[in-house]
């Protein structure tokens, strides 16, 4: 649960940060750091506007998709500690939790009838389809290299104490911020702030959603954010350490996450759509590095 409750108040400031670090980079003052949570807060307060033309499926969407958000996060370890559902190959079940969640996000913006939600859901769909072998690779060096299938204990035998394995933390550590980014729609494959619908992803799938329903989506972007930052912090803090400096630690790291961010956003440009799938298939190239590092780390442990 303390995965769960740090997730949540990591969360609160997640999106402010960003905004922080964009408006102090371009020179402008910019909105406060809880302005994004004042936003979604007044969006709870609204109600949502549903097209006729739309099921029930476009109605459970939306808490469908933060659902499996907050359960992805009981599902995760906090440096040292196991996750309150521990279990061999757990990282699986987070992976498709996820994908779940996905799913039901692509198709409620299909089930809107629009031409252009259809677009952005499609792109979604190609580019989590893309992503995903980055991740399995990465988890499968990692269990490989410890010799362990659960999150918790491929995250409590993982040391970076020598140069091969600070390598593959390093390797690690991009490429969960890449699919970060990428499972949120952020630059360089979406720009959250765009307005036209032919370059749209994550925006256009939005459009029909209102009021309680959007602040939904809003609340499990933060969390998604929060989700790849934890699994960051597991990989860079030792578990040796006392419980309060972990704390410490992975709050600091996750502010250090939304920075990172911040900054990538400001100096990078959106990348064309045509060259989208390109990029995210080089995450699964620079994953099989890892692996390949790790073969080669076993190898040598053998003779």
Same mark, same amino acid.
């Given at each position: 649960?303390?995965?769960?409750? !740090?997730?949540?108040?990591?969360?609160?400031?997640?999106?402010? *940060?960003? $905004?922080?670090?964009?408006?102090?980079?371009? +020179?402008?003052?910019?909105? @406060?750091?809880?302005?994004?949570?004042?936003?979604?807060?007044?969006?709870?307060?609204? @109600?949502?506007? %549903?097209?006729?033309?739309?099921?029930?499926?476009?109605?459970?969407?939306?808490?469908?998709?933060?659902?499996?958000?907050?359960?992805?996060?009981?599902?995760?370890?906090?440096? +040292?500690?196991?996750?309150?559902?521990?279990?061999?190959?757990?990282?699986?079940?987070?992976?498709?939790?996820?994908?779940?969640?996905? =799913?039901? =996000?692509? /198709?409620?913006?299909?089930?809107?009838?629009?031409?252009?939600? @259809?677009?952005?859901?499609?792109? &979604?769909?190609?580019?989590?389809?893309?992503?995903?072998?980055?991740?399995?690779?990465?988890? +499968?060096?990692?269990?490989?290299?410890?010799?362990? !299938?659960?999150?918790?204990? %491929?995250?409590?035998? =993982?040391?970076?104490?020598?140069?091969?394995?600070?390598?593959? +933390?390093?390797?690690?550590?991009?490429?969960?911020?890449?699919?970060?980014?990428? &499972?949120?729609?952020?630059?360089? #494959?979406?720009?959250?702030?765009?307005?036209?619908?032919?370059?749209?992803?994550?925006?256009?799938?939005?459009?029909?959603?209102? @009021?309680?329903?959007?602040?939904?989506?809003?609340?499990?972007?933060?969390?998604?954010?929060?989700?790849?930052?934890?699994? /960051?912090?597991? /990989?860079? /803090?030792? $578990?040796?350490? &006392?419980?309060?400096?972990? *704390?410490?630690?992975? !709050?600091?790291?996750? #502010? *250090?996450?939304?920075?990172?961010i911040g900054i990538l956003e400001s100096f990078r440009a959106r990348k064309k759509l045509m060259k989208n799938p390109q990029f995210i298939a080089t995450l699964s190239s620079i994953a099989l590095v890892a692996f390949i590092i790790s073969l080669l780390m076993i190898s040598k442990l053998i003779q």
């Open positions: 649960m303390i995965v769960l409750i !740090l997730a949540i108040f990591t969360a609160l400031f997640f999106p402010g *940060i960003i $905004v922080r670090v964009k408006s102090i980079l371009s +020179g402008r003052k910019g909105p @406060g750091l809880m302005q994004p949570w004042k936003n979604i807060l007044l969006l709870f307060r609204k @109600g949502s506007v %549903i097209s006729k033309t739309t099921s029930f499926i476009f109605r459970i969407a939306p808490v469908i998709y933060l659902s499996t958000i907050l359960v992805s996060l009981l599902l995760l370890p906090f440096p +040292g500690l196991p996750s309150l559902f521990d279990f061999t190959a757990d990282f699986i079940l987070l992976a498709y939790l996820l994908a779940l969640g996905k =799913f039901f =996000f692509i /198709i409620g913006a299909m089930d809107t009838g629009s031409s252009f939600e @259809g677009m952005g859901a499609n792109r &979604e769909a190609l580019y989590s389809l893309l992503a995903e072998p980055a991740f399995f690779i990465l988890f +499968g060096t990692l269990a490989l290299l410890t010799g362990h !299938l659960s999150m918790h204990s %491929i995250f409590n035998y =993982f040391q970076m104490s020598g140069y091969d394995s600070v390598i593959i +933390g390093i390797i690690a550590v991009y490429i969960l911020i890449q699919i970060g980014m990428i &499972e949120n729609s952020r630059m360089p #494959v979406d720009d959250p702030k765009t307005h036209l619908e032919l370059t749209m992803i994550h925006e256009v799938m939005v459009l029909d959603h209102s @009021g309680f329903d959007l602040a939904l989506i809003q609340t499990g972007t933060a969390l998604k954010f929060a989700l790849y930052g934890t699994l /960051i912090a597991n /990989i860079l /803090i030792p $578990v040796s350490w &006392e419980i309060p400096g972990r *704390i410490a630690v992975y !709050l600091l790291i996750q #502010v *250090i996450f939304a920075t990172i």
